[in-house]
């Protein structure tokens, strides 16, 4: 669970009001969230999922309930790949005092188990250029390049995988350091390599005529893909002679 401050005035904290900045915000959502950005905290702000208050100069101040709700939908996002709207609902359904469940994504078999939807299908979460762009703070033409050297690929409907904004926010962060997006094309033909190699270990599950089978394989291609991200990991950082935090 994200943890708030309960008393004090730490590091960009409001001593006399008990907010936060979204750099405290951030640093306090890190702990269970490593990947969160300030961009991904000002994206849902504009989806109407948290409503910080403002200063008279136009700084974002953070009550810990909005901080417990930016939680609320980080883990709804990261364990249920719900989209941001249905997030959106169900939280308010809960703030009204209403008893709701959780949504479930995927179709529902006779026996009634969830079966999870194959990966890029209307139950992923997604978002619009529009959006995409707002999230990273960058312009058309920045994305279109990086749609042209394959980092980003839009969805056959043109919304992208909310996974996006990740990828987007990580392509500037490499960009202040002169690292340019013809340079990561290295990246990315490693990335589709690991990937097609996960896919053709999962892929006789996913041929299999048993539902449960093929949900199997959807489970069986996340542990995969996070075993081949920590070995990458684990490679760059041998290769370099560091060890990252």
Not at 14 to 40: C, H
Not at 120 to 147: C, V
Not at 168 to 186: D, K
Not at 220 to 236: I, N, P, S, Y
């Amino acid at each position: 669970m994200v943890q708030t401050p309960s008393g004090g005035a730490g590091p960009g904290t409001a001593a006399t009001d008990g907010l936060m900045s979204i750099g405290a915000v951030l640093n306090v959502l890190r702990d269970e969230f490593p990947d969160i950005t300030i961009s991904k905290i000002r994206f849902l702000e504009s989806e109407g999922l948290v409503e910080p208050r403002r200063t008279p100069a136009g700084y974002r101040k953070f009550s810990a309930r909005d901080v417990e709700r930016l939680g609320h939908v980080l883990r709804m996002q990261r364990d249920h790949y719900l989209p941001l709207k249905v997030i959106r609902d169900h939280l308010d359904a809960m703030e009204r005092g209403e008893a709701v469940p959780l949504p479930t994504v995927g179709r529902q078999p006779e026996g009634g188990e969830a079966v999870p939807e194959p990966s890029g299908t209307s139950g992923a979460a997604r978002i619009g250029r529009a959006e995409l762009l707002a999230a990273a703070g960058i312009e058309e033409r920045q994305l279109d390049e990086w749609e042209a050297y394959g980092l980003i690929v839009p969805l056959p409907d043109g919304s992208y995988d909310a996974e996006a904004v990740t990828v987007a926010t990580l392509v500037v962060e490499l960009g202040r350091s002169g690292i340019e997006p013809r340079h990561l094309r290295v990246m990315k033909a490693a990335a589709d390599r690991e990937a097609g190699l996960v896919d053709q270990v999962v892929a006789p599950l996913k041929r299999h005529r048993n539902p449960q089978t093929r949900a199997h394989a959807e489970a069986r291609t996340k542990e995969l893909a996070g075993l081949a991200v920590k070995l990458h990991a684990a490679l760059v950082q041998t290769a370099l002679g560091v060890r990252l935090p």
